[in-house]
Each structure stands twice: as structure tokens, then as C-alpha cells.
């Protein structure tokens, strides 16, 4: 092999493998799914830039495509660098890397061998690495899948709640394991692992032998994914919240995430199914429907009381979660410790104690600075409530945003409305919904960030002392 064979050898791997980082990144972000990378990305442009021009420019230039490579190297270099979820090397992106760099190895060897034309040496090795890859995960999650199982039926008297729903998933959740931990051994899946993949990996390795009661969340982008859930945990007490217009563009219909959400109650072992009053009002002898219930609400940026009818008598609860919106994720909670045998008394101390899920709805005091971090929520109701409370402080009050995610343009003009009657200052990040604000936001002072990077300083040059600061969810820059 001559110098000018090792040379197109060694960049023909080196540029597979970059343009493999590339398309590994956005399988994770988009669930492992090259359908929903392909026809679902929110910045399908991307695609050309990072993946098929230099794909193309490659093989034109031929003999020069190392200066292909020269120049796309810093390109994702700098696209990777700007990105704020970046690629996490999880054990299934290092065995695709790792298949990647042997498969575009000895393809080359036999191209550069026998004289072959090298005509597929970039795309060979990705389709082949996908396809391998793909079949190695799947026999590794039948594997995986079957040992949760078995832990399961391991620990005949735990109790599972399965928790889903288009708004407040995590919060309910938190709010269930905070209140049953009272009196419980309880165990919940972190963060905001909601997937059937996410679950078997939090049973396996995750879930402590020792734990009374197991709460789940349950989350979906295709009809059939709640059900997988169910099938894997086949929880005795299963929650519906509320159900809207979330991931309408997987969906399409309104019904169609109703249908999928109900999924959840095909359980073998459901004793209790709490359903919110928006997802169906069909009857079930095992089915409680929630949702109207509280009364004499009084949300402020210093706490929330409530009524709510439990055990035939009107009982008040106080807590320094914010919100009037997370009443109702409360009141679940509330009716399966109910369920669970916890008394009114148990119940109204736990409730004083809940803390603030954190990123929604977060209060923090900070430099003079009110500061109420609602990142992580991406519903209409949770944003509108976050606006209200913002209008009971006397001071500015500014609003960072990217405006509703997966949703429609109806319900972002319903916010920019809000927005307009309240707000002295509007950060809007992102370019997805930026045409929008742009043309409807009618706020004193409005600013268009295209790159998030930028966001703390241009809040540290418009804002002071005094002002209230509202972030309303927080979409990562691919979206």
C-alpha cells in the first residue's frame, strides 16, 4: 500500500466514523427510530448540511476527498460543540461505533486488495453497521425485557403504579413518591425515563429488592407504546392525567392519544384506575375519575391551598408547590395513598412537605431576582399558569421561551396573547416558533436569540434587581 493508498484509507474511516457520530446523535435523540430521524426531525435541514452534501462532495472530488474531510471535521467539531444535548456515550452508541470502525475497516481492506471499486465504502459500512446494529439491540432488549420480567415476578408484593398522561407525568409521579414515602418503602423511575426501553433498564439495574411500592411513568409517540409498558409492569393502580393536544403531529388526532394513554389499564392485575375527566367519561367498575374535584383553590407565588372532598368530609391542604395547575396532579396522589390505606391526617402533613419538582415550576430567589424555572414543562395549561403567577408580582417581569413544542399554531397564539398581557420583556429562543412571536408578541421589548448560547448574557444585560424572570420550558437547540 503507497502513501497515497494509506492516505484515502485512513480518511475514508475517519470520515465514515464522523459522518457515524452524526447519524448515532440523532438516533438518540429520536429513540433509536431512522423513520422519525428521516420524516420527524425539527431541523430536517441539518440533514444536508452534516450528512448529504459532504457525503456527496466526497465522491465527486474523488482523489481530494480528504480535503472533504478537512473541511467537514471542524464543521461537526463546531456543530457538536454548539449542541446543548449532546450525544451520551451509552453502552448501545459504543458498540455502534466500535461495529462502525471494524465493518469500514475491513471493507476497505478488501476494497484497497483486490482493486475494487470504492464506490460504497462510505455507504456500506452505515447501512451495514445500522442493520447490525439494530439487530444486535433488538436481541438485547428480548434479553433485557425477559430479565425485568423475571425480577418482577421476584417480588410478589410490590405494588406498581403506572403513571401517564399529556401534562405533569414527572410531577405526578414525584408528587405519589413523595406523599407515599411517608409511610412506605417506595421506589420511582428517575428523571423523566418514561420509554418501555428506559423502564426495563431502571428494573434491572435500578429497582432495590427491598421496595414496597414501585411508581412508574409511562410515556408514548405511537399508539401500542403505553401498552408495551403495561404488558412489561402489569401494575395494580394506573393513573391517566390530564389528556390535550401534546405530540398532536405523531398522533394526528386528539382520539388517537386518548386511545393510546388508555392503554394503560390493560393490566392483568389492575385493582384501581384513576382517570382524569378529559381522557373519557365511560364507566368501570374499577375506574375513579379525577379532575373537578378541587375547590376554594388560592395559587400564589408563596404557596397554594386547596380544598378537596375526601372520606365524605371537605378537607384543606396547603402546600409550597406553585401552581393551581399542580392541584390536580396533587389530588392524584392524593387518591391513591387513599387507595393505599394512608389516613387525612398522614395525608395533610404529607402534602405541607412536598417539595417543588424541579424545573417545573421551580421557585429560586436569587440577586434581588424572583426566578421561576419552568423548563422542563411544554403544556399550554402549565405555561398559562406560570404567566399568571408572574402577573401577581409588582416588579418587571420578563418571560424566556421557545413557545410550545409539538403542538399546534393555535395554542401558541393563545400564549403569545398571554404573554402580551403580561410581560415587560420577551426572550424567545429558538427559531421554530420564531416567525410566529415574531409577527404576533406585542411586549415592550422583545428579543430573538437563534442560538441559546446567548441567553445569559442578554439576561444579565436586561434584567435587575426587583424583576420576576419566568422560564417556560426549554425545547434543546435541535428542536
Known sequence: MDNMQLIAFATNIIFVLALGWYLITNL?????????????????????????????????????????????LPLLAFWHIKLDKKLVLTW???????????????LNV?????????????????????????ATEKFLFEAYKREAKKKIASMPNLTIICVTGSYGKTSMKNFIAQILSTK????????????????????????PANTQVYICEAGAREIGDIY?????????????????????????????????????????????????TSVTDVPHEKVTFFGDDIVNLDATLEGTDFDLMLHNELQHFHTQVLGGFQTMNINAALLIADEMGMSSDEMTRAVHSLKSVEHRLQRIDAGGKIILDDGYNGNIDGMLEGIRLCSLHKGRKVIVTPGLVESTEALNSELIEAINGVFDIAIITGALN??????ELRVAEVIMLSDKAQMVKRLGEVTRAGDIILFANDAPNFI
Open 228 to 276: 408495551a409498558i403495561t404488558q412489561l409492569l402489569n401494575p395494580q393502580i394506573v393513573v391517566v392525567g390530564k389528556v390535550g393536544p401534546q405530540h398532536l403531529e405523531y398522533f394526528k388526532t386528539l382520539e388517537r392519544i386518548q386511545q393510546t394513554k388508555l392503554e394503560i389499564i390493560h393490566s392483568n392485575r389492575l385493582k384501581r384506575a384513576f382517570i382524569h
Open 28 to 72: 438518540q435523540w429520536y429513540d433509536y427510530r431512522i423513520e422519525r430521524v428521516v420524516l420527524r426531525h425539527h431541523k430536517s435541514w441539518w440533514h444536508a448540511v452534516y450528512f448529504i452534501v459532504p457525503f456527496i462532495l466526497y465522491y465527486v472530488l474523488g482523489a481530494y476527498g480528504v480535503f472533504v474531510l478537512l473541511a467537514y
Open 184 to 207: 412506605f418503602n417506595v421506589y420511582a423511575t428517575p428523571r423523566s425515563v418514561n420509554t418501555l426501553g428506559g423502564i426495563i433498564r431502571d428494573v434491572n439495574e435500578s429497582l
Open 92 to 106: 448501545r452508541v459504543k458498540r455502534f461505533l466500535i461495529l462502525l470502525f471494524t465493518i469500514s475497516f475491513f
Open 434 to 439: 420564531a416567525v410566529q412571536f415574531e409577527k
Open 110 to 134: 478488501i476494497f484497497t486488495l483486490t482493486d475494487l471499486s470504492g464506490t460504497y465504502s462510505v455507504f456500506a459500512p452505515l447501512v451495514l453497521t445500522y442493520a447490525l446494529s439494530w
